[in-house]
């Protein structure tokens, strides 16, 4: 029997059903969530003339996501299943000829590599692995396959305990825990183990490992001549306390010693070697301890030496690097703005946008995320999204418009309205700077008429909302919300200077970033000012949980899965190395004004706004003993909550299309026992 969501409510308070009108037939509904569709990691042929993608959507009946591999033509044409659609399989990688196409499967619960002869359709298995695959790559010349698998650790028992007799259930073996980092939030807690690089014939056989030590290794890339492999990893002795010290490093196919490329003290990821094997592309940067930092791209002759920025005037986080064909320059992907563009960078440093709107994979709310690929003759594939979409498959090139190739909703989408997105910026009451926002306005919305506000916050807080498709705004909207999500400062996207101003100093001024963008909204006109909301999670939980202690101006409010008191955050969260080093300027008990300061809690004796907490049971993020913390607060306060408890759930509390759908209807339910007037919102 499946888990239900389980709510633990006050005494003499029930969560009323909501008081809703019977739901408009063109508005997107919660069951709605169950049809949506999406395409993730395509991969365009080396010969740009065809793409394969996942093909992604929930399973209604397992209630998770399922993804088969679907193949479609450059020009939109032949849009098909490759394998069976009922066959879990992704990662899809083409040969550097275009003849054949690895991907990952399971069966009977294992992930193993396969492989596709794509002009015959013939497949074969290659492993017989006893962990999932991961980063699977093809040598330059199709002879061989590198991949990363996690290799277990088996430690000498701390004790010997006496064995039960036969039959006898002395209960699961007790945990003996030694590690800095001893969970990881979506993960549990930890096997003893690290992640390394093997290699295997790409006609089958045994794999055999390249890299080892205590230490984990990142996505293996070839060299040009197949007789080496790079990649990035933190082999330092104190990786564990120093979280974004990871280097670049070379180790030959055939095994042996591992080199190392990089020294410097920051982070160096996502290596890529140039086409004629003479100069290594990165990312990273020289580390200052500092909240948020921008993300460079360097390049660095072979040996690792005459190392150099390539992208600083860009001042925008640059990731996922891809050298042009001909080693003049490199594709890469960067947040401008709230928006995902592709871009090219030469060698010298210039820059230019080949296209926008890449995302669409976050089905909830409007992050970004996404990624593409180039074929050998410049043409790109990618996720492109809008607000009216979630992810389809999309290609370009320089100097030509993209062309949509995937158009996965349009069958639901028909016969919905979704809500209008409008971009608004304006001017932030503490020091006047510009700050970025969307309006999100209810289907058939009537400027003359009133509606209620809802402002929703995101997390990170270094991260970024956008002009992208969002499915929970979109219900809110349905449900007859104007709904205003902003990027206010500390946010990614708008350069360093904008992310840092929260260093050190968060949440604070960025309330009144928020506080001026509902400002802004009501000076439109169509805003009852009665009936203002407000909620947000993670980051955005936090500042939700802020805003409540600092104005009672909002009617209701849903804090989903917040950080209420730094001390006890940065001592129970899955990575206190990061957090005590990068958001703060040391530990809590050495700064504990500076951490209580800064922590919801401290002004719990402020609120008075009806507040409903959300918390995944299993969050190892900001672990539910946060919210709790604020809940029995309010409780003795006799101040109106409530909280909702996700079982099984993460961080990622919508992980799965029946939490998403629960989420939206606790938080609508809340704001409908409070919201008043006549106009009550729809159910969706």
């Given at each position: 029997m499946r888990n239900r969501l389980f709510v633990l409510v006050a005494l003499a308070m029930v969560v009323a059903p909501l008081r809703a009108q019977k739901s408009a037939s063109d508005r997107l509904t919660l069951k709605d969530i169950f049809e949506l569709e999406w395409g993730a990691d395509p991969q365009i042929a080396p010969d740009g003339k065809r793409v394969v993608f996942e093909r992604q959507g929930f399973d209604i009946m397992k209630d998770n996501t399922k993804s088969a591999l679907w193949i479609v033509n450059a020009d939109g044409a032949d849009l098909r299943p490759l394998l069976d659609p009922t066959r879990q399989a992704g990662s899809p990688r083409f040969s550097p000829d275009g003849t054949k196409l690895l991907f990952v499967a399971s069966v009977d619960g294992k992930s193993d590599i396969f492989v596709r002869w794509m002009d015959t359709g013939v497949e074969a298995k290659l492993t017989h692995l006893a962990e999932p695959p991961r980063a699977i790559a093809w040598s330059p010349d199709g002879k061989w396959i590198a991949f990363s698998m996690f290799v277990p650790d088996d430690p000498k028992p701390f004790v010997t305990l006496p064995t039960p007799p036969a039959g006898a259930d002395w209960g699961p073996p007790v945990q003996y825990i030694d590690q800095v980092q001893y969970r990881f939030d979506g993960r549990g807690y930890l096997r003893r183990g690290h992640a390394h690089i093997f290699v295997l014939p790409a006609d089958g056989g045994t794999a055999r490992q390249i890299t080892d030590g205590a230490w984990d290794d990142g996505a293996p890339v070839w060299s040009p001549d197949g007789a080496a492999i790079v990649f990035s990893a933190n082999r330092h002795a104190d990786a564990d306390y120093e979280p974004n010290n990871s280097d670049i490093y070379e180790v030959a196919v055939t095994g042996g010693a591992v080199k190392t490329l990089t020294t410097r003290y920051g982070?160096?990821?996502?290596?890529?070697?140039?086409?004629?094997?003479?100069?290594?592309?990165?990312?990273?940067?020289?580390?200052?301890?500092?909240?948020?930092?921008?993300?460079?791209?360097?390049?660095?002759?072979?040996?690792?030496?005459?190392?150099?920025?390539?992208?600083?005037?860009?001042?925008?986080?640059?990731?996922?690097?891809?050298?042009?064909?001909?080693?003049?320059?490199?594709?890469?992907?960067?947040?401008?703005?709230?928006?995902?563009?592709?871009?090219?960078?030469?060698?010298?440093?210039?820059?230019?946008?080949?296209?926008?709107?890449?995302?669409?994979?976050?089905?909830?709310?409007?992050?970004?995320?996404?990624?593409?690929?180039v074929a050998n003759n410049g043409r790109f594939a990618f996720n492109f999204t809008t607000p009216d979409h979630p992810a389809d498959i999309a290609v370009g090139a320089a100097g030509q418009p993209v062309v949509r190739l995937t158009r996965l909703n349009d069958d639901l989408f028909e016969h919905k309205t979704l809500g209008s997105v409008e971009e608004v910026w304006f001017p932030s009451s503490f020091d006047q700077r510009k700050v970025e926002g969307w309006i999100v306005k209810p289907p058939g919305f009537d400027a003359t008429k009133k509606y209620p506000l809802l402002l929703e916050i995101h997390g990170g807080p270094f991260a970024n909302y956008g002009a992208r498709y969002a499915t929970e705004l979109q219900l809110y909207a349905a449900a007859g919300y104007v709904v205003l999500y902003t990027n206010p400062r500390g946010s990614t996207s708008y350069g360093e200077e904008f992310g840092n101003l929260i260093h050190h100093d968060y949440p604070n001024h960025d309330y009144e970033d928020l506080m001026s963008g509902v400002n802004a909204v009501i000076a439109k006109g169509y805003v009852d000012t009665t009936n203002l909301m407000v909620t947000g999670g993670s980051g955005g939980g936090v500042l939700t949980a802020w805003i409540v202690g600092h104005t009672n101006r909002f009617r209701a409010a849903v804090v989903q899965k917040p950080v209420i008191n730094w001390y006890s955050f940065v001592l129970t969260a899955d990575a206190d190395a990061f957090f005590t080093k990068y958001w703060f300027p040391g530990m809590p008990w050495d700064n504990q004004e500076q951490y209580m300061k800064r922590s919801p809690i401290t002004y719990v004796g402020n609120v008075t706004t009806p507040t409903m907490l959300i918390t995944g049971a299993v969050d190892y993020r900001t672990p539910s003993s946060e919210a709790e913390q604020f809940y029995e607060a309010l409780k003795l306060r006799k101040v109106p909550t409530a909280m909702v408890r996700v079982p099984n759930a993460s961080h990622e509390i919508s992980a799965v299309p029946s939490h998403m759908m629960a989420k939206v209807a606790y938080i609508l339910g809340w704001f409908g026992q409070y919201r008043t007037g006549s106009g009550t919102p729809l159910t969706p």
């Open positions: 982070p160096d990821n996502d290596p890529v070697v140039s086409p004629d094997g003479k100069t290594i592309a990165y990312t990273g940067f020289d580390d200052r301890h500092q909240g948020y930092q921008v993300t460079q791209i360097y390049l660095m002759n072979r040996d690792g030496s005459a190392s150099r920025s390539i992208s600083a005037k860009l001042d925008r986080d640059a990731n996922d690097l891809a050298w042009s064909r001909d080693g003049k320059g490199l594709y890469f992907q960067y947040d401008d703005q709230g928006d995902t563009k592709i871009g090219f960078i030469t060698t010298a440093g210039v820059t230019s946008v080949l296209a926008n709107q890449l995302g669409g994979l976050d089905l909830g709310r409007p992050y970004g995320g996404g990624s593409f690929t």
